[in-house]
């Protein structure tokens, strides 16, 4: 079956530290992968996807590139701010699954 | 307007009795899902309705009841309350089946069995 394994937290960072959450999977079929994230008191909001081998998803600053001889898609970020604070879930999905696994989550904080 | 709303935002109750969650999607989409999330943060599916019919069925006890009245509802019924029912529950929807599509969360319900 479909599996995510994702770093353990909680990560505690100072403001404008490197970010790296480590992702890793098991799939069977082609996989897309994806990175959700969860503000506190919040659902889950998509945050980058990649679909195919050597796709980098970014946004809001945030890169994941989706490596498929090392099944990883790991989460980066250079210079995390206060409002990054949050659960990050490494999550995927095979064709003819019709549903998303999600990683345990990575509870992140990022300190003034 | 919010996408995908559920509620009650917090529910309290006691061991053994019979509570409901609401979910609505105003997004149009075809699909919905319910997801329960522990107290680690682990986030696990436990149904999936397309149109209103029922595609995923994640070995829940059958004690949870999935209903789905028209395609933008996707309402959770729980009988015989029990401690480890005490979890964070999520309702999601998606345009297509699969999740390959983006999936768009409620904000969650707090479930509190005591």
């Known amino acids: 079956g479909n599996s995510v394994t994702q770093m353990e937290g909680p990560v505690t960072l100072s403001e404008e530290a490197f970010l790296t959450i480590n992702c890793t999977y098991t799939a069977t079929g082609y996989p897309s992968l994806f990175w959700y994230v969860q503000y506190p008191g919040e659902g889950l909001q998509l945050l980058l996807k990649?679909?195919?081998?050597?796709d980098k998803g970014s946004n809001k600053g945030f890169e994941a590139t989706y490596r498929k001889e090392t099944t990883s898609f790991h989460l980066e970020k250079g210079s995390v701010q206060v409002s990054d604070s949050a659960v990050y879930f490494c999550?995927?999905?095979?064709?003819?699954?019709?549903?998303?696994?999600f990683g345990a989550g990575t509870t992140v904080t990022v300190r003034a | 307007d919010t996408a995908v709303s559920q509620t009650p935002k917090y529910l309290v109750t006691q061991m053994g009795n019979d509570k409901s969650i609401k979910c609505e999607q105003n997004?149009?989409?075809?699909?919905m899902y319910w997801y329960k999330q522990d107290s680690k943060k682990f986030l696990k599916i436990m149904f999936s309705y397309n149109n209103k019919e029922l595609i995923i069925n994640e070995t829940v006890p059958n004690r949870f009841s999935p209903k789905s009245p028209d395609k933008a509802h996707l309402n959770l019924h729980i009988n015989s309350l029990e401690l480890g029912d005490s979890a964070v529950y999520f309702c999601?929807?998606?345009?297509?089946?699969?999740?390959?599509?983006?999936?768009?969360f409620g904000s969650g319900t707090q479930l509190s069995v005591l």
């Open positions: 997004l149009g989409h075809d699909t």
């Open positions: 999601a929807s998606s345009q297509d089946v699969g999740g390959a599509e983006k999936l768009f």
């Open positions: 990649a679909t195919k081998a050597d």
């Open positions: 999550a995927l999905t095979t064709p003819n699954d019709y549903k998303l696994s």
